[in-house]
């Protein structure tokens, strides 16, 4: 079992980046793929972006690719999310997940997929 804690949320303007990051406690972090979801008011959780357990596979969402860019430390347990170019629509609580079930070059799109959930981390871009 693994515990998640997701930081690094906070009020942005639009343009502006933010780096989110996600500790996980145990030993065997390396052993999962990890996973960025969102969640804005009014709307399901959707995925952002994932990581494989290595680190050299990563998947995101067509609405954040080429601003977005995810990233872990095995060594430290973290995995990150960096959010480049804000916009309002990026505006939700944002969840990291782990999926400990995926093989090392791989890591999955969809919430059911991922065990593990963090508590949340408010992200808010204005205008």
């Known amino acids: 079992q693994v515990q998640l804690v997701e930081s690094g949320g906070g009020l942005v303007q639009a343009g502006g980046s933010l780096r989110l990051s996600c500790a996980a406690s145990?030993?065997?972090?390396?052993?999962?793929?990890m996973g960025w979801f969102r969640q804005a008011p009014g709307k399901e959780r959707e995925f952002v972006a994932a990581?494989?357990?290595?680190?050299?596979?990563?998947t995101y969402a067509l609405s954040v690719e080429g601003r977005f860019t995810a990233s872990r430390d095995n060594a430290k347990n973290t995995v990150y999310l960096q959010m480049n170019s804000l916009k309002p629509e990026d505006t939700a609580v944002y969840y990291c997940?782990?999926?400990?079930?995926?093989?090392?070059?791989?890591?999955?799109?969809?919430?059911?997929?991922?065990?593990?959930w963090g508590q949340g981390t408010q992200v808010t871009v204005s205008l």
């Open positions: 997940a782990a999926d400990p079930r995926t093989g090392i070059y791989y890591a999955r799109q969809r919430a059911n997929e991922y065990d593990y």
């Open positions: 990581i494989g357990r290595s680190g050299t596979y990563t």
């Open positions: 145990g030993r065997t972090f390396s052993t999962y793929a």
